[in-house]
Structures are given as C-alpha cells and as structure tokens.
Nanobody, 118 residues
C-alpha cells in the first residue's frame, strides 16, 4: 500500500504561481514514477508531468516551460512548481505513484483544486 498526501492548491490570478506537493508513504520501492495529472470539468484526466526516482521527467506540451517537476527521494515527495498560470490550467490536480519493481501498480492522491481566475 502507498498513501499519497497532496497540498498546495488554491486560487490564483492569471500569470501567478502555485506550488503543489505530494508526499508518498508506505511500500515504496525502486524504480518508481511520481507525477501529476489534472482533470478539468467535463474533460478527461490528462497527464501534466511525471518524474522517475532517477530524475527522468516528461511534460505535456501545454505546460512545458511554465511548470517544473522535482522530487526529493529521501522524503518520497514530489513538487510541482507552476508559473505563469492560465485560466485553462484550472482543474483538479491528482498526484500519481507508479511502482515498477517486480509488479506494476498505481496509486492516486485525493486531488487538489487549482483555480486560475481574476
């Protein structure tokens, strides 16, 4: 079992910044991937960015250059720094943990709301 605790969502004006955090605990092995997905009202959940415990990251084209993912492996915590936020970034952001050791399995956080509005 893996537990994920997210924090850092909120309301921000266009052009502003927010930082999300997701702390994982429980049965954590290497290799693994942590990342962020988002789901806007009426839309499917989509990839934002992910990072492996070796530091390899991928980004959705819509956030590249504005969002930065990082992680602290000692704390099993992943961070999402979001800059130059746009109204279209408004969504519930979900943290995802994927284990790749021996058996593939995935856990999701409860989600945190990010609203970009003036």
């Amino acid at each position: 079992q893996v537990q994920l605790v997210e924090s850092g969502g909120g309301l921000v004006q266009p052009g502003g910044s927010l930082r999300l955090s997701c702390a994982a605990s429980g049965s954590i092995f290497s290799p693994n991937t942590m990342g962020w997905y988002r789901q806007a009202p009426g839309k499917q959940r989509e990839l934002v960015t992910t990072i492996t415990n070796y530091g390899f990251s991928v980004y959705a084209a819509s956030v590249k250059g504005r969002f930065t993912i990082s992680r602290d492996n000692a704390k099993n915590t992943v961070y999402l720094q979001m800059n130059n936020l746009k109204p279209e970034d408004t969504a519930v952001y979900y943290c995802k943990f994927s284990n790749h050791y021996q058996k593939e399995y995935t856990y999701w956080g409860q989600g945190t709301q990010v609203t970009v509005s003036s």
